[in-house]
């Protein structure tokens, strides 16, 4: 039996997990990410506990055919990260430095979105399929591309980053990227929540969203949506719209069999899917009627892990 290592490092917590080759998870557990020496003290506080379950687990290292990382920044194909703001990284080569904590063992890299969509398609929502593309509601609009079963990173490492593509033209607000109208303004959960706080500024409408104030969640935004209320309705439609915009795009761009939704905005349900559905076959014809091309992401937070593993087996 061989097995592959899966690591999926965010700014509070690497998770990690150890997956037979064939994509059965058989340990997963996460520890704190310590960032001193430079950001890397992560990487050998990883390395110790992949060698403790191992053991625990009697796998030699023989048996390991290596182990796939997954960071939170813009990561190039030969595994050099310029700079992760999340760990302090800067101007290294981290899957190096894993290698060595781990005796030589093969190390790929990738950013953490692009590697999550490598996960759904090897054993979630987009099982059987090669080419899809993902996209993360969360905080922030995180993507991710697979195509023809390679992960597509880019020369800067940006492939995928769809929460930055530009939908909307004289947005007074900055966006975190220090761009103007990138869709993560208006379909991450923030984004949602500013688009219903400015609907309900531009009307004297009734809506159960006012009762909410200040505290106003995208949950809030949905949940009133789905009750019927027309102003948290149109507030949403607008927001998914614009997300339906930039995947019409990334539709004749490579062309995917299907978009995989996740993130805690997805937590909406088929509410949301079929709205996004119903708006990307209205804007790409040529595609034809997909009733399943728009999916619920079936991972959750172990998507990490899953696409890190399969990084090994892709190489
Ligand atoms: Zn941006």
Same mark, same amino acid.
């Given at each position: 039996?061989?097995?592959?290592?899966?690591?999926?490092?965010?700014?509070?917590?690497?998770?990690?997990?150890?997956?037979?080759?064939?994509?059965?998870? *058989?340990?997963?557990?996460?520890?704190? @990410?310590?960032?001193?020496?430079?950001?890397?003290?992560?990487?050998?506080?990883?390395?110790?506990?992949?060698?403790?379950?191992?053991?625990?687990?009697?796998?030699?290292?023989?048996?390991?055919?290596?182990?796939?990382? +997954?960071?939170?920044?813009?990561?190039?194909?030969?595994?050099?990260?310029?700079?992760?703001?999340?760990?302090?990284?800067?101007?290294?080569?981290?899957?190096?430095?894993?290698?060595?904590?781990?005796?030589?063992?093969?190390?790929?890299?990738?950013?953490?979105?692009?590697?999550?969509?490598?996960?759904?398609?090897?054993?979630?929502?987009?099982?059987?399929?090669?080419?899809?593309?993902?996209? @993360?509601?969360?905080?922030?609009?995180?993507?991710?591309?697979?195509?023809?079963?390679?992960? *597509?990173?880019?020369?800067?490492?940006?492939?995928?980053?769809?929460?930055?593509?530009?939908?909307?033209?004289?947005?007074?607000?900055?966006?975190? &990227? +220090?761009?103007?109208? &990138?869709?993560?303004?208006?379909?991450?959960?923030?984004?949602?929540? $500013?688009?219903?706080?400015?609907?309900?500024?531009? =009307?004297? $409408?009734?809506?159960?969203?006012?009762?909410?104030?200040?505290?106003?969640?995208?949950?809030?935004?949905?949940? &009133?949506?789905?009750?019927?209320?027309?102003?948290?309705?149109?507030?949403?439609?607008?927001?998914? $719209?614009?997300?339906?915009?930039?995947?019409?795009?990334?539709?004749?761009? @490579?062309?995917?069999?299907?978009?995989?939704?996740?993130? +805690?905005?997805?937590?909406?349900?088929?509410?949301? =899917?079929?709205?996004?559905?119903?708006?990307?076959?209205?804007?790409?014809?040529? *595609?034809?009627?997909?009733?399943?091309?728009?999916?619920?992401?079936?991972?959750?937070?172990?998507?990490?892990?899953?696409?890190?593993?399969?990084?090994?087996?892709?190489?």
């Amino acid at each position: 039996m061989k097995y592959c290592i899966g690591i999926d490092v965010g700014g509070t917590t690497v998770k990690m997990g150890i997956f037979e080759a064939e994509g059965r998870l *058989i340990r997963k557990w996460e520890i704190p @990410t310590r960032k001193g020496e430079g950001g890397k003290q992560f990487i050998g506080d990883a390395a110790e506990s992949i060698r403790k379950a191992l053991s625990e687990l009697q796998i030699s290292m023989e048996d390991v055919l290596g182990a796939g990382m +997954g960071v939170p920044g813009p990561v190039v194909a030969n595994g050099y990260v310029d700079v992760c703001v999340n760990l302090g990284l800067h101007k290294c080569y981290p899957g190096d430095d894993l290698s060595k904590a781990l005796g030589g063992v093969k190390v790929c890299l990738g950013n953490d979105a692009n590697v999550a969509a490598l996960g759904e398609m090897w054993q979630g929502a987009g099982k059987g399929h090669n080419s899809i593309c993902m996209v @993360t509601l969360g905080t922030g609009v995180g993507g991710g591309l697979v195509n023809e079963g390679r992960m *597509i990173s880019g020369v800067h490492g940006l492939a995928g980053e769809i929460g930055h593509m530009h939908v909307q033209d004289e947005e007074p607000e900055v966006c975190n &990227c +220090g761009g103007h109208g &990138c869709l993560e303004q208006y379909a991450s959960a923030t984004g949602i929540v $500013r688009v219903a706080k400015r609907n309900l500024a531009r =009307t004297r $409408r009734a809506s159960a969203m006012r009762d909410f104030g200040e505290a106003l969640s995208a949950k809030d935004v949905c949940d &009133c949506a789905k009750a019927g209320d027309q102003v948290a309705l149109e507030s949403i439609r607008y927001s998914m $719209r614009k997300l339906a915009i930039v995947m019409s795009h990334i539709a004749m761009g @490579t062309d995917p069999k299907l978009f995989v939704i996740g993130g +805690g905005v997805s937590r909406a349900g088929s509410f949301l =899917t079929d709205m996004i559905g119903e708006y990307l076959r209205d804007y790409t014809p040529m *595609i034809g009627d997909d009733p399943d091309e728009v999916v619920l992401a079936e991972l959750g937070n172990d998507a990490g892990i899953y696409g890190a593993a399969k990084l090994v087996l892709e190489d």
